[in-house]
């Protein structure tokens, strides 16, 4: 009797451009863990070329790896198959930061000590916090703007400053043309709020990430003379109670070292619900 041959199926990593039904399923699979995956969810939503698919006769896994080396991921049951497929598919490639909520981070981080053997030069530690409650911030006379392309001239001193401070590990040089298309690129897919003084801008926040049912909120900065002020509160309160009119709850992540701004958002009504990472390689 001839014996039947049985092809187990093997998981595999597909650019989800591939076929459009890829993101429908990225975002089907992401929607009940949104809370910490807001910009996979967008990616997803903005069907982005860089998002990529871990597919067996389903999604166990969805990941973002840009141009730059850069990778967030959400893989919540790794198994010894798609390891190899990720390994596979990062061996020849350089990774410059993994970012995301600490347990995801952290998978990615021993996947790539694994087969490359070495580890971030640059480890940064945040908390993962949501806006829950509506606090009274004491209100404050403050001329808050919507910033649009036309502001990116005003806005981009701010943003430097920002990436420079709050972004960049030391040992990388800032890149102004580049952080300019960047700057541009959030003033026209995403929402920034800044305070005015005078002719310029002193602090600034804006989302990150604008999904189905969430925002992140990211780029908070304001200018060394204007601080403890109330300026972060006041901007990061206000895009949340924004986007609470869309039925969109807020998250955003902030260093456990920086403690000024961790009392800023608890003062606006967030509290910590996770840990998140950013590891830079050199």
Request: glycine share 12%; proline share 4%; net charge positive.
């Given at each position: 009797m001839a014996q039947r041959h049985y092809k187990l199926k093997m998981p595999k990593i597909i650019q989800a451009a591939e076929n459009e039904e890829f993101f429908l399923k990225a975002e089907n699979f992401l929607l009940p863990h949104e809370k910490i995956c807001s910009q996979l969810m967008q990616m997803a939503m903005q069907k982005s070329k860089e998002l990529y698919i871990i597919f067996e006769t389903e999604i166990l896994?969805?990941?973002?790896?840009?141009?730059?080396?850069i990778l967030t991921s959400f893989i919540p049951k790794p198994t010894k198959e798609s390891e190899k497929e990720l390994c596979n598919f990062f061996y020849e490639k350089k990774i410059s930061c993994i970012m995301g909520e600490k347990k995801e981070a952290e998978k990615i981080r021993k996947?790539?000590?694994?087969?490359?053997?070495?580890?971030?030069d640059d480890i940064r530690e945040m908390l993962f916090m949501e806006y829950t409650q509506s606090k009274n911030i004491s209100?404050?006379?403050l001329e808050i703007a919507e910033c649009s392309l036309q502001d990116a001239d005003k806005l981009f001193p701010l943003h430097i400053?920002?990436?420079?401070e709050e972004v960049l590990p030391e040992w990388k040089k800032i890149n102004l043309a580049l952080e300019r298309l960047k700057l541009e690129k959030i003033l026209r897919t995403q929402k920034v709020l800044a305070v005015k003084k005078e002719n310029s801008f002193c602090a600034k926040a804006q989302t990150n990430a604008i999904s189905k049912n969430f925002i992140q909120i990211g780029g908070v900065f304001t200018q060394k003379e204007f601080r403890s002020k109330g300026f972060a509160s006041t901007l990061v309160k206000k895009l949340a109670e924004e986007f609470k009119k869309e039925n969109k709850k807020s998250v955003l992540f902030v260093n456990k070292k920086n403690k000024p701004a961790i009392c800023a958002y608890k003062k606006a009504g967030f509290i910590s619900f996770a840990k998140y990472e950013m590891l830079y390689y050199k």
């Open positions: 896994g969805v990941f973002y790896f840009s141009e730059g080396g996947l790539i000590f694994k087969l490359k053997k070495i580890q971030p209100a404050q006379n400053s920002y990436t420079q």
